[in-house]
């Protein structure tokens, strides 16, 4: 069912928290699973092409070893990063999993809503809105245990229904 699963990922806890259900869901399906980072960048001035998150590097070595992990233990796994200036998050993520067919996209969330949403931005929200394949967002305080041994199972009574 799922041949490919984006991992969207910005290397915080709250994306390391969606990680159990895309490492299920990926053995349960026999996925490829590809850990997306969009790494937004400054334009103008001396800061040209820069990140906007100064530990960006420490971020996606993090993810590297992420990613090290799923095919320590034999998924297939790879990291693709993404660069963009006057693009959001969001629309890299999408063009990734359309580059690569995805079959589902998998995101960790603040779970802010209302004016703080509006305030801060929502890249969840917008992968929702923009994503043309199904995406699975984790909500924080997701237990991350319960998650690696639900996802498979709810997965197989979904699909054997």
């Known amino acids: 069912m799922f041949k490919t699963i984006i991992w969207a990922t910005d290397g915080s806890d709250l994306a390391d928290a969606a990680l159990p259900y ?25 800061s040209h092409g820069d990140p906007v998150l100064a530990d960006d590097d420490e971020l996606v070595e993090h993810i590297k070893g ?3 992990e ?3 233990r034999g998924l297939t796994a790879e990291l693709s990063v993404r660069s963009g200036v006057d693009i959001d ?10 580059e690569r067919s995805a079959d589902l996209i ?8 209302g004016p703080s949403s509006a305030i801060f931005g929502s890249v969840a929200r917008e992968l929702l809105h923009l994503a043309t394949c199904p995406v699975l967002v984790v909500p924080p305080g997701t237990k991350a ?3 690696a041994e639900s996802a498979p199972a ?5 699909s054997s229904a």
């Open 66 to 68: 992420s990613v090290e």
């Open 106 to 113: 998998v995101a960790g969330t603040h779970g802010r809503g």
């Open 22 to 46: 895309v490492e299920g869901l990926a053995e349960t399906h026999r996925s490829r699973i590809v850990a997306v980072h969009a790494r937004q960048t400054f334009h103008g001035g001396r």
């Open 89 to 98: 998050a969001a629309h890299m993520i999408v063009a990734a999993a359309k």
């Open 154 to 158: 709810a997965m197989q009574e979904v």
């Open 145 to 147: 245990d319960a998650a």
């Open 70 to 72: 799923l095919q320590a």
